[in-house]
């Protein structure tokens, strides 16, 4: 039986050592990639996309094609740093959800730039402080993040990606059960946890925070208090993880979106994401969106928010199957925009892998 494992493991050794020399040869390609563009776009979403999907249509397994994505995003993301160290925009402080969202997209070797708001975040990628920016969009179990929603219709920033993160809450604390007294979290995660708080935590206060991570930083110097956050903020404050996946429901899943000045090509499988608003007349909106439908386009999303102008006011944020450049999708949005009182297009992005 030993002698089958050492044989095994000297196979599994001859394998890291081809492996190591291709991903070395990997990064020097895309370094004399880097030099061939001089100073071109380092982080093009399509091409990666396009990456992803073929290696998924070639993986045969044990590896699940989630797992393929994450070994290649980190071999991606440090294939990339030979070009240029990408700065990301994100809220703070660290150990945010947002910031597991930089990193399941881009990867660990980027420099994360950590906002206090959203706002902040649109402002750092809007003043070239960071390339680009990662942002909530909306909730499974809470819906739009009506803030984003709003700055995407008043910045020139466009979408430039997207990105699913499934929510795992964990109850982070160094005290004993017994002795906890105060949870902290963001209002959004007590919500999303109060069944589990309920049965298990009756009789805790419970006192909302800026963010998670902030909850879990405050945890640190304080006695007989936990805080509901990540795993990464828990090892980012030296917090032991008391409980996990507290979640209620645990299918809930936040969507990021990337922000930034680009404009993101096609990749073959996209979303283009719009808002606009109708005319005032009878069946304005049904004339409007009817252009979709004659063209055979799906719409994935559709939501509307008050327009700030006028009372009764809406607009009406769209999110669409294909890219912009797509004659189909172009001639579609052609007419949307003429039957529309308001039209502006968001971003085309590849759709997630």
């Not at 800026?210 to 945890?219: L, Y």
């Not at 008050?306 to 172009?330: A, C, N, R, T």
Request: some cysteine; proline content about 3%.
């Amino acid at each position: 039986m030993s002698d089958d494992i050492s044989d095994l493991r000297q196979q599994i050794d001859a394998i890291d050592d081809a492996l190591l020399d291709l991903l070395n040869q990997r990064a020097e390609i895309a370094r004399q990639v880097g030099e061939a563009k001089k100073q071109g776009v380092v982080y093009r979403p399509e091409r990666e996309a396009q990456v992803h999907r073929r290696l998924h249509g070639r993986n045969n397994g044990p590896l699940s094609n989630g797992t393929v994505s994450s070994l290649f995003t980190e071999i991606i993301s440090s294939c990339r740093a030979q070009e240029e160290l990408l700065n990301i925009a994100c809220l703070g402080p660290a150990g945010t959800f947002s910031e597991e969202a930089v990193l399941k997209k881009f990867g660990s070797q980027v420099c994360i730039v950590y906002c206090n708001t959203i706002d902040e975040v649109f402002k750092s990628v809007g003043s070239d402080i960071a390339a680009y920016g990662v942002v909530p969009l909306e909730n499974s179990t809470e819906g739009a993040i009506s803030r984003t929603l709003d700055l995407l219709f008043e910045s020139s920033l466009s979408l430039s990606g997207e990105v699913g993160l499934p929510v795992r809450h964990n109850l982070l604390s160094n005290e004993k059960l017994e002795n906890i007294e105060r949870i902290y979290s963001h209002s959004q995660s007590l919500s999303q946890c109060q069944k589990w708080i309920g049965n298990n935590f009756p009789s805790a206060q419970l006192i909302p925070v800026a963010s998670n991570a902030t909850a879990a930083k405050m945890v640190v110097t304080e006695e007989r208090c936990a805080a509901i956050a990540s795993r990464i903020a828990g090892k980012h404050y030296g917090l032991s993880v008391v409980h996990s996946s507290i979640e209620d429901k645990p299918d809930n899943t936040t969507r990021f979106g990337v922000i930034s000045k680009a404009v993101v090509g096609a990749s073959g499988m996209d979303k283009t994401s719009i808002v606009l608003a109708g005319q005032h007349k009878p069946g304005a909106i049904l004339n409007m969106l009817e252009p979709f439908a004659k063209n055979g386009i799906s719409m994935t999303r559709l939501e509307s928010r008050p327009s700030g102008v006028g009372l009764w006011e809406y607009m009406f944020f769209i999110d669409l199957e294909g890219h912009q450049d797509d004659e189909v999708v172009k001639a579609a949005l052609a007419e949307v925009q003429i039957k529309s009182g308001f039209f502006k297009i968001l971003g085309s992005y590849p759709k997630t892998v």
